[in-house]
């Protein structure tokens, strides 16, 4: 039996033309940071990807969560990345490097960051196999993924297997953090299904309350899922970008399988997000490596499955479960979905709600605006 821990750690750091995508030297450099500290031993096993300019670091090792070696790891290939982008006058080089030196962890410096520490175990009757699909999203907020998952662990409409297998019929635990506290993490565990629907009242408002775990109840030490749910505004004090959540999901035989998760994804549902982050628009899920090229900005969500060997080594090859021709036909549905959405422009529910903006320009527009206005004798 081996402890491993996954950890998947994603940021802007710089993109061509304006928010489309790293360039191919800072993700070759990225990905030589790699190679050296599996050879150093720092890390078991890693990749390089990114989605729309987000540069994504999927990582195995032994050091467990919030380790400082790990961290500090994926803070320097940012800062090489972020110094590639300087040379070449890439566009928002450094953008989510929001600290000068974070000290050990780097969740709430900026980058995103989830993490899972689980026993990987050939003999065990319950997981002898480790598979787990990496989540990472552009150009949205981090409650982004409080409607699938709350679809998938809640809600048999659209995971069969809560009713067909005794080990997900037995439940499970969601930790809520609320995001809007700056003085810590601020967090509620609810269990379901008894307490679906209090869970519902949270996480209706993904602009304050997130999903950031689920444990099954089945096996309570089995962390399934874990999120990076924080606010980037809350560490800048002001608007620096969308969150850009990124989120690790364990799967098969006590967790729900792959095609479970991912179902879900075919609404493509609203969240806050687009381009100055200040709209409200559907989630587009894409192939792994989808740069940012499409009209408004559209948020972007990629999906990428994999499995560990005994020593947690990645196998060779991964599935890009959003790849598939079998999503075009929900691509063009949610591309209609947003044109005929922002026809409406700014008036309204189309655009992000008023806490969002509090951190956008808008503020100062309202604030002169506000002098001028006098009561009518």
Request: hydrophobic fraction near 40%.
């Given at each position: 039996?081996?402890?491993?821990t996954?950890?998947?750690?994603?940021?802007?750091?710089?993109?061509?033309?304006?928010?489309?995508?790293?360039?191919?030297?800072?993700?070759?450099?990225?990905?030589?940071?790699?190679?050296?500290?599996?050879?150093?031993?720092?890390?078991i096993?890693?990749?390089?990807s990114y989605?729309?300019?987000?540069?994504c670091l999927?990582?195995?090792?032994?050091?467990?969560?919030?380790?400082?070696?790990v961290?500090?790891?994926?803070?320097?290939?940012?800062l090489?990345a972020?110094?590639?982008?300087?040379?070449?006058?890439?566009?928002?080089?450094?953008?989510?490097l929001?600290?000068?030196?974070?000290?050990?962890?780097?969740?709430?410096a900026?980058?995103?960051?989830?993490?899972?520490?689980?026993?990987?175990?050939?003999?065990?009757?319950?997981?002898?196999?480790?598979?787990?699909?990496?989540?990472a999203?552009?150009?949205?907020?981090?409650g982004t993924?409080?409607?699938?998952?709350?679809?998938?662990?809640?809600?048999?409409?659209?995971?069969?297997?809560?009713?067909?297998?005794?080990?997900?019929?037995?439940?499970?635990?969601?930790?809520?953090?609320?995001?809007?506290?700056?003085d810590?993490?601020?967090?509620?565990?609810?269990?379901?299904?008894?307490?679906?629907?209090?869970?519902?009242?949270?996480?209706?408002?993904?602009?304050r309350?997130?999903?950031?775990?689920?444990?099954?109840?089945?096996?309570?030490?089995?962390?399934?899922?874990?999120?990076?749910?924080?606010?980037?505004?809350?560490?800048?004090?002001?608007?620096?970008?969308?969150?850009?959540?990124?989120?690790?999901?364990?799967t098969?035989?006590?967790?729900p399988?792959p095609?479970?998760?991912?179902?879900?994804?075919?609404?493509g549902?609203?969240?806050?997000?687009?381009?100055?982050?200040?709209?409200?628009?559907?989630?587009?899920?894409?192939?792994?490596?989808?740069?940012?090229?499409?009209?408004?900005?559209?948020?972007?969500?990629?999906c990428?499955a994999?499995?560990?060997?005994?020593?947690?080594?990645?196998?060779?090859?991964?599935?890009?479960?959003?790849?598939?021709?079998?999503?075009?036909?929900?691509?063009?549905?949610?591309?209609?979905?947003?044109?005929?959405?922002?026809?409406?422009?700014?008036?309204?529910?189309?655009?992000?709600?008023?806490?969002?903006?509090a951190?956008?320009?808008?503020?100062?527009?309202?604030?002169?605006?506000?002098?001028?206005?006098?009561?009518r004798?």
């Amino acid at each position: 039996m081996t402890k491993i821990t996954i950890s998947a750690i994603k940021a802007d750091v710089g993109s061509i033309g304006g928010h489309t995508k790293p360039s191919e030297k800072m993700i070759n450099e990225a990905k030589r940071h790699v190679d050296e500290a599996v050879q150093k031993s720092l890390l078991i096993d890693g990749m390089v990807s990114y989605t729309g300019d987000d540069i994504c670091l999927t990582m195995s090792h032994h050091f467990g969560t919030g380790s400082p070696e790990v961290h500090k790891f994926a803070w320097d290939v940012f800062l090489a990345a972020t110094k590639l982008a300087k040379e070449d006058g890439l566009y928002g080089a450094g953008q989510d490097l929001l600290v000068d030196a974070p000290s050990g962890n780097i969740r709430g410096a900026g980058p995103a960051v989830a993490e899972i520490e689980f026993n990987r175990d050939t003999e065990s009757k319950d997981r002898p196999a480790e598979a787990f699909l990496v989540f990472a999203a552009d150009k949205c907020g981090p409650g982004t993924y409080n409607y699938p998952f709350y679809s998938v662990f809640g809600d048999p409409m659209h995971n069969g297997g809560i009713l067909l297998s005794p080990k997900l019929h037995k439940g499970f635990v969601f930790t809520i953090i609320d995001m809007d506290n700056k003085d810590g993490d601020k967090i509620i565990k609810l269990e379901a299904p008894e307490r679906i629907w209090d869970i519902a009242v949270l996480l209706q408002n993904p602009d304050r309350f997130a999903v950031e775990s689920i444990h099954s109840r089945y096996s309570p030490t089995e962390q399934i899922v874990s999120v990076s749910a924080t606010r980037l505004h809350n560490i800048a004090g002001k608007y620096t970008g969308k969150d850009d959540p990124i989120a690790i999901v364990r799967t098969q035989g006590m967790f729900p399988a792959p095609e479970e998760i991912t179902e879900p994804f075919m609404l493509g549902h609203f969240v806050a997000g687009d381009a100055r982050g200040s709209h409200i628009m559907p989630i587009m899920p894409v192939a792994i490596n989808t740069p940012v090229t499409g009209p408004y900005c559209l948020p972007l969500i990629s999906c990428l499955a994999f499995s560990v060997d005994p020593y947690g080594k990645f196998t060779k090859e991964y599935v890009d479960m959003f790849g598939n021709t079998v999503w075009d036909a929900t691509r063009l549905k949610i591309q209609q979905k947003a044109e005929e959405w922002r026809r409406q422009g700014f008036i309204g529910p189309t655009m992000a709600s008023s806490a969002e903006l509090a951190y956008t320009g808008i503020v100062d527009a309202l604030a002169q605006l506000d002098k001028e206005f006098f009561l009518r004798p």
